[in-house]
């Protein structure tokens, strides 16, 4: 395809309630997405990056400087494109994924859509619906805490993961537990942690969690392979699973024995299906970590998470977890599940009016 147009839309949409990490507290998605025409046929790409470095070192406004300066032009300047080539084109630019995955993401979507074909179809999903869990974030006190927990399971929600921080981990996981019995329970702590911890942390195992997700910083797999031999609780990382090479290093070394797979962390969807295959041939079990995306980057990783290999309950939560109105037709839970959409690329239509009414910058566009 030849890309004719990019346009980078900024947008900030109010959350539904705050939502709080181990690395900061938000009421509003900052949301950069990236809008080509290919061949006259458009497609929407959302970037995952939040408005600061906080969760890695990206963020939306670098984002949308290094798409501009430097990935743009090379997809706008090549007369033949397609998503799997990009990983080629972008090779002069090291990291960046974030940025990166958002271009993919809307080529992928325009290159799908001019074909007829779903996300499912080309990523390889077996199910049509896929079984979903929520992310509770930390609490002002305990019972607010509760009253959260208990309104998503009343929902249907199918797994609960509570982000953790020295100081907010053992006594609401153990308040939590009880309110929600048998019910699967996670808990993800943002590279809170360090091995002083260990000891703490094993304190944990007595609530038969699903597992514990990335403890410790992003680049110290060694120490996830210390807690890992220390604990009974599954580690499961996240921020540092930044590619397949490190997937299966990081597996193979021991420090991670499921892994947390969001498209947007690792440079796109193609390399999110070659993690997930990769994870496959290791026996590890998968699951779609979320980055409270809208509908455009929600369709996507619900495609992706109906692949074989995620095997637990997903981030994939409805679009009421995060936003009152969503930018695309809403992702309504079903039983605990959000199905997979069917049409042509992401098949959901963003709504331009929402687009406008919560734009923070003029469009960027590029030709
Ligand atoms: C701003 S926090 C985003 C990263 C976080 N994401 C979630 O907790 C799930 C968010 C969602 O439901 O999309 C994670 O580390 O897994
Ligand atoms: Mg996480």
């Not at 199918?158 to 019995?181: F, N, Q, S, T």
């Amino acid at each position: 395809m030849r890309i004719e147009r990019i346009e980078l839309h900024t947008i900030g949409m109010p959350l539904v309630r705050p939502f709080e990490t181990s690395f900061g507290r938000q009421t509003e998605r900052q949301v950069l997405l990236a809008h080509v025409v290919a061949d006259g046929v458009d497609g929407w790409g959302e970037c995952v990056a939040g408005t600061t470095p906080d969760y890695s070192s990206e963020y939306v406004d670098g984002c949308r400087i290094v798409i501009e300066r430097f990935l743009a032009p090379v997809l706008l300047a090549a007369n033949d494109v397609t998503a799997a080539a990009l990983d080629g084109l972008f090779a002069g630019v090291i990291g960046h994924r974030m940025a990166k995955a958002t271009l993919e993401a809307a080529v992928l979507d325009a290159e799908l859509r001019s074909t007829g074909t779903s996300f499912g179809e080309r990523l390889g999903a077996v199910r049509d619906r896929v079984e979903c869990g929520v992310s509770v974030g930390i609490s002002p006190d305990i019972e607010t805490l509760l009253a959260e927990v208990e309104g998503y399971v009343d929902e249907g929600y199918r797994r609960i993961k509570l982000k953790i921080k020295p100081g907010w981990d053992l006594e609401p996981v153990a308040r939590v537990r009880e309110v929600i019995g048998s019910l699967p329970l996670q808990v993800d702590a943002n590279t809170a942690y360090t091995l002083d911890h260990v000891d703490h942390l094993r304190r944990l195992d007595e609530f038969g969690l699903l597992l514990i997700e990335q403890p410790f910083v992003e680049e110290d797999i060694a120490a996830h392979v210390l807690l890992a031999d220390s604990i009974e609780t599954p580690v499961c990382l996240d921020e540092s699973i930044t590619s397949t090479g490190i997937a299966i290093d990081a597996i193979e070394r021991g420090a991670t024995s499921i892994v947390n797979i969001k498209p947007g962390r690792v440079g796109g969807y193609l390399e999110a299906v070659s993690i997930h295959d990769a994870c496959r041939s290791l026996d590890v079990p998968v699951w779609c970590g979320g980055m409270l995306e809208t509908g455009i980057g929600r369709a996507m990783n619900v495609a992706l998470a109906a692949l074989p290999g995620f095997a637990l309950p997903g981030d994939t939560s409805a679009s009421g977890r995060y936003f009152a109105e969503d930018i695309t037709e809403p992702f309504v839970l079903d039983d605990g599940y959000l199905s997979v959409p069917t049409g042509a690329g992401s098949g959901v239509e963003v709504r331009h009016d929402l687009l406008r009414h919560w734009a923070l910058t003029e469009p960027v566009v590029l030709s």
